[in-house]
């Protein structure tokens, strides 16, 4: 699946009228490497020719100042568009207002974005502007998706984007990201670009400002100016700047902010800034400029999509002074070929089409440009501790099957790995835990059957210890104790004692001058009254066994010492009697 894709920096530090950070273009077969700067207004590639060094005052080294030169004539897959001494204008539409101008050669040839071997993406018959003029001083790379169209609206080529996005399906999206680079900052940050979508190490887009896309593509990118407010920490200043609100254009074609005439005075008199009309720049001389940097100044953009946006709406961009520290060499301001001047990056706008956020802008903001939703983002550029590091998070057109998708970092990768592993684990550990105290439940409960079967059998073997201990006849001078069950409550009233099962019921008293009757119910007697003789061993069912009861002449008689025990227990020996089993014992 097609993922976002960063296009490495050239590392060179160039232009005369920076420095910039620029990117490697590999043009034409075999290729030839020239070094450019991102057009966020343009769709096609410009090189400059031969001719670009060819004037008399052209320095020695001028081809490398301009970011090394491309000859068609040296590329076996260039095609020009007309003859040879066909020559077209360049696409300046949106900077015509500003007063670029000039003419191209127009062909098709093969393109690698980035340095040879770095495995950069290959766009085949791109649209190439060979120029000559010295205004751009580095060629460009066109950014928007749009196609170009050079006869005839029939005529229509892609641009780099449109191939990538739109024919390669390298990336995803028509969709770029840009910030120009910080080379004030410590450490140096270079620029940044991505195609596909941002980098989020660059520009955190969840604080941007939203702005639609204008419908007139030529200022497309346009974002109101609300305030500017210029702070000195030294002097504890804070200036407003006059002549606001504004419309402006984003263009990273150009170096400079455009602000009205009334903006550009209040710089001047915060900065001592003096306009030099015949070069039409901010001179800062040496002095100026230690003075300037020392005091530590700084400028704030308060933006939002419209002029009448709520305050909820605005987001502030801020621009250290460093990033107004910029050098101007040949040929700006007839400056020869061997001069530089420092300059401040402003100029004084005639009329609000020249109103501009240039690339000195671009420095302190991240542009993301959303061409499928019809949307750009603006916020404040961040620099990350490695300037070479990246995080990229690639955007999806809505038209696909997801919106959008993140392409993940090593360091992403490697947190999502950990994690999952660690849920594994923790999931495994819940499950092992489960079975170990299901386990140790089991053990106990076969630990606890053992007791109790072991408890049982000891309760048992205590009984029958106690059964043996136990006298099976009641002797008229001992009664035997200890198991209240094989007691017996004898009734002392002239019917007769109760049957074994409910023995309960009766007396406590013995009448020794009545006659012992005993029915037994299903056996001998059953049904009347048998006679005990005198000198007769009656048997009285219990139930441990049948205790005997002798008689002297009487039956029942008991001995004196019984007859008190019985006299003594009185109720407490009825609360003591216990309902006695019905089995009966042989």
């Not at 002097?235 to 455009?258: E, F, M, R």
């Not at 306009?275 to 400028?299: C, G, P, R």
């Not at 009233?493 to 009766?506: D, H, V």
């Not at 441990?544 to 007859?563: F, I, N, P, T, Y």
């Amino acid at each position: 699946m097609a993922q976002a894709v960063n296009i490495a920096p050239s590392q060179y530090w160039e232009g005369n009228d920076g420095p910039w950070s620029t990117f490697a273009v590999q043009i034409g077969n075999p290729p030839q490497t020239v070094r450019v700067l991102p057009s966020s207004s343009g769709s096609s590639i410009w090189a400059v020719l031969p001719e670009g060094c060819s004037a008399p005052d052209d320095p020695a080294n001028c081809g490398v100042t301009r970011g090394v030169l491309y000859d068609p004539a040296n590329s076996t897959t260039f095609q020009r568009v007309g003859s040879n001494d066909s020559f077209f204008e360049l696409p300046f539409e949106t900077e015509a207002p500003l007063g670029y101008t000039g003419n191209a050669i127009i062909g098709y040839d093969n393109v690698e974005l980035g340095w040879p071997g770095a495995g950069a993406p290959a766009l085949e018959s791109q649209v190439i502007a060979g120029f000559a003029t010295k205004d751009p001083m580095l060629g460009l790379l066109g950014l928007t998706p749009r196609p170009v169209n050079i006869s005839s609206f029939v005529d229509r080529k892609p641009s780099p984007l449109g191939t990538l996005a739109n024919v390669n399906k390298t990336v995803p999206s028509s969709y770029w990201a840009y910030t120009a680079g910080a080379r004030y900052r410590t450490p140096r940050t270079q620029a940044s670009l991505t195609f596909g979508g941002y980098d989020s190490l660059r520009g955190d887009l969840g604080k941007a400002l939203n702005v639609p896309i204008g419908t007139d593509t030529n200022r497309d990118l346009v974002v109101a100016i609300n305030s500017i407010s210029i702070t000195t920490p030294s002097t504890n200043s804070n200036v407003s700047v006059a002549g606001l609100p504004i419309l402006a254009l984003i263009d990273s074609v150009v170096p400079d902010i455009w602000l009205p005439l009334s903006a550009c005075q209040v710089f001047e008199s915060a900065f001592g800034l003096t306009y030099n009309e015949t070069a039409a720049k901010y001179f800062v001389n040496e002095t100026q400029h230690t003075s300037l940097l020392a005091q530590n100044s700084s400028v704030s953009f308060s933006l939002a999509p419209t002029t009448a946006a709520p305050t909820s709406q605005q987001r502030t961009i801020t621009l250290p002074y460093s990033a107004f520290d910029l050098t101007a060499s040949y040929p700006i301001g007839q400056l020869g070929p061997n001069d530089t001047s420092l300059y401040f990056p402003l100029q004084r706008a005639a009329n609000s089409t020249q109103f501009t956020l240039g690339r000195t802008f671009l420095q302190e903001a991240y542009l993301s440009v959303d061409y499928a939703r019809n949307t750009f983002y603006l916020t404040q550029a961040q620099f990350p501790t490695d300037p070479t590091s990246s995080q990229l998070i690639t955007i999806r057109d809505p038209s696909s099957s997801s919106s959008s998708s993140t392409a993940l970092p090593l360091g992403a990768i490697i947190g999502i790995a950990i994690g999952a592993f660690l849920l594994l684990l923790a999931i495994a550990s819940f499950f092992l835990f489960r079975r170990w105290r299901k386990r140790r439940a089991e053990a106990q409960e076969r630990i606890s059957e053992e007791a109790l079967t072991k408890a049982d059998e000891t309760l048992r073997r205590q009984n029958a210890e106690e059964l043996d201990k136990l006298k099976p006849e009641l002797d008229a001078t001992t009664t035997a104790v200890g198991r209240e069950r094989g007691r017996w409550e004898l009734d002392g009233g002239s019917e007769g004692p109760k049957t074994p099962w409910s023995a309960s019921g009766g007396g406590s008293e013995v009448d020794v001058n009545e006659k012992y009757r005993y029915g037994t119910p299903g056996g001998l007697g059953h049904g009347g009254t048998h006679e005990v003789p005198d000198h007769q061993i009656n048997e009285a069912v219990g139930s441990d066994g049948a205790h005997e009861m002798k008689g002297d002449g009487v039956v029942g008689e008991l001995d004196s010492r019984v007859r008190a025990e019985l006299d003594a227990g009185g109720d407490g020996w009825k609360r003591g009697a216990v309902e006695l089993p019905t089995e009966k014992y042989d």
